[in-house]
């Protein structure tokens, strides 16, 4: 394993990062200092993140790096599978979570938009057997912005706080952000969670409307609104690299594509 370059198009306050390659892989690692005395690293969906002292040597946390290189490998190895396994094959009769719940896609030709509609075995999502993948997109990024709003409105009311503008978000290592200038932002993709999962995200980022941080006010103010915060975190974290990725079922004359 050998640090490869420094990325230095990061704007002020970010946090630095390094491209590293580990086991023929190029990962960009996530360095981030604080007062704290000891090395920690971490890796998830969002990729790798190490924590260090201000103070620490370039050399110290490359060697750091290094003595955890097996581990590493491990953990990309596993995500990557988790990433293949959680595609979703879109045809006709194809089933999706959205929000928990169970909708079956029907492929339907000489329509230029989804729909939605309850069928005899339960909610449908209707798609033109075009193009189905961008209008199941757009189709799920509506659900999720109505979704979000009710739920963001519901907590501000338990907090007593304004309600405030409500965006949805495709960043890719975040699943959430709360800005007093610009609201809060949701991926639009927790709507493939359960909804208990994306509501917890949704008090996470309401929480932040009063503590801009991650105190210990913080967590306690989230126990008021999510009291089994510490179990939804740890599912998120467990779901978030298997999120699904659509797939469009090949044809007998062609290939399959990927969104």
């Not at 981030?32 to 690293?41: E, F, G, I, Y």
């Not at 729909?115 to 993948?133: D, F, I, K, T, V």
């Not at 994306?198 to 126990?223: C, I, P, Q, T």
Request: include cysteine; hydrophobic fraction near 40%; proline fraction near 5%.
């Amino acid at each position: 394993m050998k640090v490869l370059k420094r990325m230095r198009d990061r704007r002020h306050g970010d946090p630095e990062r390094h491209v590293v390659e580990i086991g023929g892989r190029e990962l960009t690692i996530e360095l981030v200092r604080s007062p704290r005395r000891t090395l920690s690293l971490r890796i998830d969906e969002r990729g790798l993140r190490v924590n260090a002292p201000h103070a620490a040597k370039l050399g110290t946390i490359d060697g750091f790096i290094r003595g955890h290189a097996e581990w590493i490998g491990r953990q990309v190895g596993r995500l990557e599978r988790a990433r293949l396994g959680a595609r979703l094959v879109i045809d006709d009769g194809a089933r999706l979570p959205v929000f928990g719940e169970e909708v079956g896609v029907r492929l339907v030709d000489g329509r230029r938009s989804a729909a939605w509609q309850q069928g005899s075995q339960g909610a449908e999502l209707l798609l033109p057997r075009g193009c189905p993948l961008p209008a199941l997109e757009r189709a799920l990024r509506r659900r999720a912005r109505v979704w979000f709003g009710q739920r963001v409105e519901a907590y501000c009311d338990r907090l007593g706080e304004p309600v405030p503008a409500v965006a949805l978000s495709s960043a890719r290592r975040r699943w959430g952000s709360c800005s007093r200038r610009s609201g809060i932002r949701l991926h639009w993709k927790l709507a493939l969670l359960p909804a208990a999962l994306a509501d917890y995200v949704v008090a996470h980022e309401v929480s932040h409307l009063r503590e801009m941080n991650h105190s210990k006010g913080f967590w306690d103010l989230l126990a008021t609104l999510y009291p089994d915060w510490r179990g939804a975190r740890e599912a998120l974290r467990a779901r978030a690299g298997c999120l699904p990725e659509f797939v469009l079922a090949a044809d007998p004359g062609g290939e399959a594509g990927e969104r």
